[in-house]
T-cell receptor, first 114, second 115 residues
Framework: DAGVIQSPRHEVTEMGQEVTLRCKPI?????LFWYRQTMMRGLELLIY????????DSGMPEDRFSAKMPNASFSTLKIQPSEPRDSAVYFC????????????FGQGTRLTVV | AQTVTQSQPEMSVQEAETVTLSCTYD???????LFWYKQPPSRQMILVIR??????QNATENRFSVNFQKAAKSFSLKISDSQLGDTAMYFC????????????FGTGTRLTIIP
């Protein structure tokens, strides 16, 4: 397996534009997580899914953020409209069943909103 | 809510030396999981080592070992015979065993191995 795949690796967009980040989890993993990493706040969990169902979205900063998982092999994180303070590295991770197993991370998407 | 504290923002050691990174956490639970993740400049988060709280024996993975002190809520990482490739950010993380899948991360320690 190629691991967790995120796209794009880098995204630069203008304030007010819509941004969509994509993630393909490892095949067979039933948990999918979206994290955001900034210098100020470190690593924060935004939302996670179990079997494609959102379980906890309490980390989503505001209504401008939304996440979907239409099937077991694909998830999106959308920001609309984007703001400069959304600039961060966004990680997707997946794991199998109970979390005593390793959470595998993608390489992240570095988002810059200008 | 659980909290994870890493009190060393930066550390540096000479190659081949041993270095210990500190981590403390706060929880009211008795069973949980603890992890150390490494984030090299490539940005990829890589699991280094994990510890299950109900296991008294400290986990080891080759040159990496932990000192898990449950009563003190301390979980330090020891890297022996440090190598240049160990240069990275290191994050300590906590996971509850009670159905909550959230990994709570510390703020990280930037480790530099000096040739």
């Amino acid at each position: 397996d190629a691991g967790v795949i995120q796209s794009p690796r880098h995204e630069v967009t203008e304030m007010g534009q819509e941004v969509t980040l994509r993630c393909k989890p490892i095949s067979g993993h039933d948990y999918l997580f979206w994290y955001r990493q900034t210098m100020m706040r470190g690593l924060e969990l935004l939302i996670y899914f179990n079997n494609n169902v959102p379980i906890d979205d309490s980390g989503m900063p505001e209504d401008r953020f939304s996440a979907k998982m239409p099937n077991a092999s694909f998830s999106t994180l959308k920001i609309q409209p984007s703001e400069p303070r959304d600039s961060a590295v966004y990680f997707c991770a997946s794991s199998f069943h109970r979390s005593n197993t390793e959470a595998f991370f993608g390489q992240g998407t570095r988002l810059t909103v200008v | 809510a659980q909290t994870v504290t890493q009190s060393q923002p930066e550390m540096s050691v000479q190659e081949a030396e041993t270095v210990t990174l500190s981590c403390t956490y706060d929880t009211s639970e008795s069973n949980y999981y603890l992890f150390w993740y490494k984030q090299p400049p490539s940005r990829q988060m890589i699991l280094v080592i994990r510890q299950e709280a109900y296991k008294q024996q400290n986990a080891t993975e080759n040159r990496f070992s932990v000192n898990f002190q449950k009563a003190a809520k301390s979980f330090s990482l020891k890297i022996s015979d440090s190598q240049l490739g160990d240069t990275a950010m290191y994050f300590c993380a906590f996971l509850s065993n009670f159905g909550n899948e959230k990994l709570t991360f510390g703020t990280g320690t930037r480790l530099t191995i000096i040739p």
